[in-house]
């Protein structure tokens, strides 16, 4: 009568969590590991401006998907990944 159940840790898919890191150091702020719900992906953002990294965002997002566009003079680029911790690498 005893059956297996793995928990939510266990199944879900984890990412990085960082709500903002600049290309010379660590995260600054929100460093930490997010576990996906449905219909969410890993997700990072990242910011240039005259095609130099300025800073990146790194999130569980819903409905995720690969994005770039440019506002302001910067480019935006969102990219999108569905294995555990794909959105802190490079």
């Known amino acids: 009568m005893s ?37 969410e992906k890993c997700m990072r953002l990242r910011i240039y401006f005259q095609n130099t990294l300025q800073l990146s965002y790194m999130v569980c997002q819903r409905f995720c998907r690969n994005l770039t566009y440019n506002f302001n003079n910067r480019t935006y680029i969102h990219k999108c990944c569905n294995d555990n911790f794909c959105n802190f690498r490079t």
Not at 6 to 14: G, K, N, Q, V
């Open 3 to 39: 059956s297996s159940v793995l928990s939510p840790e266990a199944t879900s898919l984890t990412c990085i969590t960082c709500h903002l890191r600049t290309p010379a150091d660590h995260c600054r702020r929100g460093f930490g590991i997010c576990y996906a719900q449905k219909y």
